[in-house]
């Protein structure tokens, strides 16, 4: 009976030390999610937001990070830094497409990212300039959401995703090269229009449904003008693609884009 007495008194004061240390947890370690104006982010324990300016500016920090975002026509573009002392990446952020970069060199490791036309023709920046933790600050970036975005298009990105001729797009050149290649270059019009003239009218939404769907119903005035300049050939989209294999194919496109129109320095 003794030993049996001692067994319970000890679950007793192990229970009562359980119920004590979780008592003394700060709330603040609970990973949590962070309202801006035009957008919300998920964060670990510990981060908090600094300021915010008229919800175009702000910061947020845990005391080792410090992340500065902005809105605007004119912030600074991901893409256009010197490719041999930085690594790049693409991800597709809330459904938006965005371009992420690091440096090489481990001295000072800042993370950027843009993503283009957010609202209209308000692109996003956000920038932590000397990143100790370089997982955590790249969770938190891919985690950001807009109102007006896919919640179902998203990706977590890791320092294995970057590169220095413009992130994992590797599949994506295959695709375009297999089915796309021969009639549609990414910047000017061969056999076919170019990608950046038929994403000027179509959405991406549109390009989906057109290269998966073979009982997609396509044709309307602006695809008779493309075939009548193109002498009369008609697009044939392959429908085997799967929608993740299009969302490779447009990562791609848009680093070609980016390739074509942003030199570096």
């Known amino acids: ?50 300021d915010v300016h008229d919800s175009v500016k702000g910061s947020l920090t845990n005391g080792k990070d410090t992340l500065f975002f902005e809105f605007g026509e004119n912030v600074p573009i991901v893409g256009r830094e010197d490719v041999d002392s930085n690594v790049f990446a693409m991800d597709t952020i809330d459904g938006f497409l965005a371009n992420v970069v690091m440096p090489i060199s481990k001295e000072r490791i800042y993370i950027r990212m843009s993503i283009e036309g957010v609202y209209s023709k308000t692109n996003f920046f956000i920038e932590c300039k000397n990143a100790k933790n370089v997982e955590d600050i790249l969770d938190i970036i891919t985690s950001i959401q807009f109102p007006e975005g896919d919640k179902h298009l998203g990706y977590q990105l890791t320092k294995s995703d970057f ?13 375009y090269r297999t089915h796309c290649e021969t009639c549609h270059h990414v910047t000017r019009n061969i056999l076919g229009p170019s990608f950046e003239e038929i994403l000027k009218i179509r959405d991406r939404k549109w390009l989906t449904r057109y290269l998966t769907d073979p009982k997609f119903k396509y044709k309307d005035g602006i695809s008779k003008d493309w075939e009548k300049s193109s002498g009369g050939l008609e697009c044939i989209a392959p429908h085997t693609l799967t929608q993740s294999d299009v969302a490779e194919l447009y990562k791609y496109i848009k680093y070609m884009q980016y390739y074509y129109s942003h030199p570096v320095y």
């Open 163 to 175: 590169s220095q001729i413009g992130g994992n797009n590797e599949k994506g050149g295959q695709i």
């Open 1 to 50: 009976m003794p030993n049996l007495k001692y067994q319970v008194l000890l679950v007793l004061v192990i229970f009562a030390s359980c119920l004590s240390n979780n008592s003394n947890k700060s709330p603040i370690y609970i990973p949590r999610t962070i309202e801006f104006p035009k957008f919300k982010l998920k964060v670990p324990g510990g981060w908090e937001k600094l």
